[in-house]
């Protein structure tokens, strides 16, 4: 059985840091390209960063300078360290797993399996 599991977050100031971590068993996880993704109540999921099982990333512009993601393919973890946070980062954080994305690592159909997500708030 395949479980992504995230942890990390929880409520901070503007210009405060969270790392979330998303612990990942029941698959080859070094086979995986990994994503995080964000959903704000009333709209759209989006994707935020991934990284691939070459360790290649891509980031959306809005987290750009501020976000960093990496693995550790010893532990099956994904973490997103993200600094500077401000209050339009409030959103619900997902950790997904996709075993054929290739380079389309912001198409949310291409990832396999995801978690139950973790609540990031960020107030001014």
């Known amino acids: 059985q395949v479980q992504l599991v995230e942890s990390g977050g929880g409520s901070v100031q503007a210009g405060d840091s969270l790392r979330l971590s998303c612990a990942v068993s029941?698959?080859?996880?070094?086979?995986?390209?990994m994503g995080w993704f964000r959903q704000i109540p009333g709209k759209e999921r989006e994707f935020v960063a991934a990284?691939?099982?070459?360790?290649?990333?891509d980031y959306t512009d809005f987290v750009k300078g501020r976000f960093t993601i990496s693995r550790d393919n010893d532990k099956n973890t994904v973490d997103l360290q993200m600094n500077s946070l401000k209050p339009e980062d409030t959103a619900r954080y997902y950790c997904?797993?996709?075993?054929?994305?290739?380079?389309?690592?912001?198409?949310?159909?291409?990832?396999?399996?995801w978690g139950q997500g973790t609540q990031v708030t960020a107030s001014s």
């Open positions: 029941g698959l080859v996880f070094g086979r995986y390209t």
């Open positions: 990284i691939s099982w070459r360790d290649n990333v």
């Open positions: 997904a797993a996709g075993a054929y994305v290739g380079n389309n690592y912001r198409r949310q159909e291409e990832y396999d399996y």
